[in-house]
């Protein structure tokens, strides 16, 4: 099997009150990929995202991390292995910056407090925010707390990192630090699938972006070919729209 | 004898009776706790068959809807004919499962105001739901439960005044010892009473106060 297989979703299905938002979604990721799902709301972006770690549960499809399916009876150990970072940051609230990046690593991974302080360090050292370690997420701002909800997936040392539309909550003037931090992970090889409406982000650190509508996958393809020629007219059609208002 | 000299010369019961209704207050806040949290856990993640869900409404619902002094009753005189029991031992068990009854909704609640997505992170990060309960969402619930906590805390301790009904020679009871060598002199006697009840009060209360500013972290503040 192909060895830099990272993520194979594999006809994944899911509906709500006999509505199917996802109609069979497979795509297949390689490491170091980043891949951006891009489509109007309501098209299944975050369902697809959130069925990859069943954080909903898919009706049917399988997934695989590493040729490993994630199953009801290995959930918690694959999560560990899938770094997720949530729209709203949802760091827990009663806990410092370096106690969330570092309770998983203590409570989920085994890893001694020490190594975890040191890695909790490296990783908020990433994101540039070391200094405020002891700092309560209720004293940062929301590009600060999305920041450090992306250190704390990071030191958990996923094998690939899902972003739930991460800057959608933010004001308009700190999305620019959360996406220069993507993209600095995207550049490093960082394994990565983002739903988010960044085009700018989509454009310089996607190698591919899936298009999706109405629970399929509409078109895919670089992001040179996709803004330039979309072959799909319904995919053009929200290019423009996402331009305009972009 | 005055009564200043009765007083001082019975004081000392005065303060074992104190004692007893602090031994009562805190084994029945030490069964409301552990058993009121046991069924707020049943109730939020436990299984949702009715077969367990049901007995917890029912118990909550009886507990919280007689009289404290009919269930001293009903646990000293009804149950003294099936199993020997002493009147402490029913004031504990009539008062404690009562205070369970009432925790587990202040519990209740409390687990409701931690918002979903703290699960949900850490569900994410691989954390089992019995980790996630005891590392993300309980530690959160415990700071919106100290206030409510606190008001359990101060009703019950007045309520320990209520076990004399059933013999409890706790500091009420003393009171009356007192005031049968007083040739009536009442007033003063439960005003003493009255004052240690306050003072065990404040204390207690202060004491809650204290824990719940050293838990305060920026986000949970009052």
Same mark, same amino acid.
């Given at each position: ?14 509906? +709500? ?198 629970? +399929? ?30 | ?18 004692? $007893? ?47 404290i ?26 008062m ?17 105001? $931690? ?21 993300? $969402? ?17 009703s019950q301790i007045k309520e320990t005044s209520l076990?004399?009904?059933?013999? $409890? ?54």
């Open positions: 099997m192909d060895s830099d297989l990272v993520l194979d979703v594999k006809g994944v299905k899911k509906s +709500y009150g006999g509505v199917e938002v996802l109609k069979g979604i497979s795509f297949s990721l390689h490491r170091g990929e980043t891949k951006v799902l891009i489509g109007p709301s309501g098209s299944g972006k975050s369902t697809l995202l959130r069925s990859i770690n069943h954080l909903t549960h898919p009706d049917d499809g399988k997934v695989y991390l590493k040729g490993e399916e994630v199953t009801d009876s290995n959930i918690d150990k694959m999560r560990a292995r899938i770094g997720f970072v949530f729209q709203d940051f949802n760091l827990f609230s009663h806990l410092t910056v370096l106690d969330n990046v570092r309770i998983c690593q203590i409570r989920v991974n085994g890893v001694e407090r020490d190594k975890a302080t040191r890695r909790a360090y490296e990783e908020l050292e990433r994101v540039g925010l070391s200094d405020r370690a002891d700092a309560y997420p209720a004293e940062l701002s929301g590009g600060q707390q999305q920041r450090v909800s992306i250190a704390r997936a990071l030191a958990m040392d996923p094998d690939v990192l899902l972003f739930d539309e991460p800057t959608s909550a933010l004001d308009p003037e700190l999305t620019g630090e959360v996406v220069k931090v993507m993209q600095q992970l995207a550049s490093d090889g960082m394994t990565m699938v983002v739903v988010t409406h960044e085009m700018s982000f989509a454009r310089q650190a996607a190698d591919e972006i899936i298009f999706m509508e109405k629970g +399929y996958i509409v078109e895919q393809g670089d992001p040179q070919t996709l803004f330039t020629g979309a072959e799909n007219e319904r995919t053009r059609a929200f290019l423009n729209v996402i331009a305009e208002h972009g | 004898m005055d009564i200043y000299d009765v007083l001082i010369r019975d004081f000392p019961f005065l303060l074992k009776g104190l004692g $007893v209704a602090i031994a009562l207050l805190f084994c029945l806040l030490v069964i409301g706790l552990f058993l009121g949290l046991a069924i707020c856990l049943i109730q939020l993640y436990g299984p949702r068959s009715r077969f367990v869900q049901w007995p917890l409404i029912v118990y909550e619902r009886i507990f919280r809807g007689i009289p002094i009919i269930m001293l009753f009903i646990f000293f005189y009804g149950l003294s004919g099936v199993y020997d029991i002493s009147a402490f031992a029913a004031a504990v068990l009539a404690g499962l009562r205070s369970a009854a009432y925790q587990s909704q202040i519990f209740r609640s409390a687990f409701q105001s $931690v918002p979903e997505g703290q699960m949900l992170a850490a569900r994410a990060m691989g954390m089992s739901s019995s980790k996630a309960i005891a590392y993300i $969402v309980l530690p959160q619930a415990i700071r919106h439960a100290i206030g409510p906590w606190t008001n359990e805390f101060s076990a004399y009904v059933i013999g $409890v020679v706790e500091l009420t009871r003393q009171a009356h010892y007192i005031i049968t060598s007083t040739q009536g002199n009442v007033l003063i006697v439960f005003a003493v009473v009255a004052l240690l009840y306050f003072i065990l009060n404040r204390a207690g209360n202060s004491a809650l106060y204290a824990f719940e500013r050293k838990l305060s972290v920026p986000g949970f503040e009052k």
